[in-house]
């Protein structure tokens, strides 16, 4: 979740923006560091960052379980809220609150409960749903080819079968990708769009030319040589990953306040890696989804984007800096931008400030016009 960052291949880089990963190659040495609003980082720590977002082993309990004062959070429980079956997939989601719809997606390696400090507040004048993607959080641990459209897939169904009407979407890192491709795909069927240090890329002024087919060497030899190497590698980053203290670490390098890098935090991270099936799951999204995101460019996107869009962003972001909010400002004028002292995560960080950012905007959209009226037949 807090650290959800990806891992490459053992032998090739990927350029991605996934939840806390900027789109960037992987280097060596393991040191991370920043560069304008991009940041590179080894194949090891951001392998090591992703298996603690997928959830690995409970940490000893040593940290606060205390709410922020004054601000509603969503209860934890253990058993998850309700449930809706999708392509035969069993999916978790979060159901608060009456009036328009808004459904809240989180990020790669997170869950609904991310939205923590989010709910209770938005619910009070709205009808709110939070979704656990298919592989993560309470949901199914598919074992599936997943690419970046099998989200998009799934929270556009969510909206025909579950939600029923027209609703603003809103994203956290990978769950802002999902949201602006859901925006783009089913204009009809969502009013406003929400990115919160979002994922994806602007498209590549200059593309290579496409890789040539796979001889017979590299598809039968190579390849199946390269897969084996990389579930051994993959795996022994899976265990390592898991001692505490490295959880601990992570988890509080995404957050400038690390405050709120309580127990319940983790605890809704790790919870879901009891699966059996969690680590396949982990493996598929390291080394096959990875591979196929260059295809699906921010610029795609917001150029079939129809709705009134907010951008909350983290400036303090470590891995997403706010070079990326000016540039999707400037190709999608019908944009506000809302910038705090955050980092990746900042409605789990600031969420009083977010919670105000989304109010205010969502007041502008004027979503109770759009009710029916009440007939008095007194």
Excluded at 356 to 378: F, R
Aim: proline share 6%; hydrophobic share 40%.
């Amino acid at each position: 979740m807090s650290s959800s960052c990806l891992a490459s291949s053992a032998t090739h880089s990927f350029r991605t923006q996934l939840l806390f990963l900027p789109s960037d190659k992987f280097i060596a040495p393991s040191r991370f560091y920043q560069s304008g609003s991009k940041c590179k980082i080894s194949r090891r720590g951001m392998a090591l960052r992703g298996i603690v977002a997928t959830g690995v082993s409970a940490m000893e309990s040593s940290l606060t379980t205390k709410p922020i004062p004054g601000v509603e959070r969503l209860p934890l429980k253990p058993e998850g809220y309700n449930y809706w079956t999708w392509r035969g997939y069993r999916i978790h989601y979060v159901e608060q609150g009456e009036g328009p719809p808004i459904v809240l997606i989180h990020g790669f390696g997170a869950s609904a409960f991310h939205w923590r400090y989010n709910i209770p507040e938005l619910s009070k004048r709205y009808k709110v749903y939070a979704v656990d993607l298919l592989g993560f959080g309470w949901s199914e641990k598919a074992i599936i080819e997943y690419d970046s459209m099998v989200w998009m897939d799934q929270v556009v169904d969510f909206l025909k079968e579950v939600v029923k009407e027209p609703a603003v979407v809103v994203g956290n890192s990978l769950g802002g990708f999902t949201a602006l491709a859901v925006a783009a795909s089913l204009p009809e069927k969502v009013t406003g769009v929400v990115l919160l240090n979002s994922a994806g890329q602007f498209g590549d002024a200059n593309p290579k030319a496409a890789e040539s087919e796979d001889n017979p060497f590299q598809k039968f030899i190579l390849k199946p040589l390269k897969e084996a190497f990389q579930r051994i590698v993959l795996g022994f980053l899976f265990w390592q990953a898991k001692q505490p203290a490295r959880i601990v670490s992570v988890l509080k390098s995404v957050y400038i306040n690390s405050s709120n890098v309580d127990d319940y935090l983790v605890e809704s991270i790790t919870q879901p890696a009891s699966d059996p099936k969690a680590g396949e799951v982990y493996y598929r999204l390291m080394t096959r989804f990875m591979s196929n995101q260059r295809k699906y460019t921010l610029d795609s996107l917001l150029s079939k984007l129809s709705c009134p869009l907010l951008l909350i962003w983290g400036d303090l972001d470590p891995w997403v800096g706010p070079t990326k909010a000016v540039k999707i400002k400037e190709f999608y004028p019908n944009t506000t931008l809302v910038n705090l002292q955050a980092g990746h995560c900042p409605h789990d960080e600031l969420p009083e400030l977010v919670n105000k950012a989304l109010l205010d905007w969502l007041s502008t959209l004027k979503l109770d016009a759009s009710l029916p009226e009440t007939v008095d037949v007194s």
